[in-house]
């Protein structure tokens, strides 16, 4: 498995955890499959985050 592949999945991994296996907002109510609003991108972009964080990866600014 290449490097880019391990990202791809772990990625997919984080995302499917945020809106498959807890797909429930705080009230109870499940996500629209179509439609996310900025809070729940916010959950998602967390998720990805701390997945790669969990996995040694770093979100880094390359400058040029």
């Known amino acids: 498995m290449t490097e880019s592949d391990k990202i791809r999945k772990i990625i997919e991994n984080a995302v499917e955890s945020a809106f498959v296996?807890?797909?429930?907002?705080?009230?109870?109510?499940?996500?629209?499959p179509y439609y996310k609003e900025l809070?729940?991108?916010?959950?998602?972009?967390?998720?990805?985050?701390?997945?790669?964080?969990?996995?040694?990866?770093?979100i880094m600014r390359v400058l040029n």
């Open 21 to 32: 296996k807890f797909p429930n907002v705080e009230d109870g109510r499940t996500w629209p």
């Open 39 to 58: 809070a729940e991108c916010k959950t998602v972009a967390t998720a990805v985050l701390v997945a790669l964080e969990k996995a040694d990866y770093k």
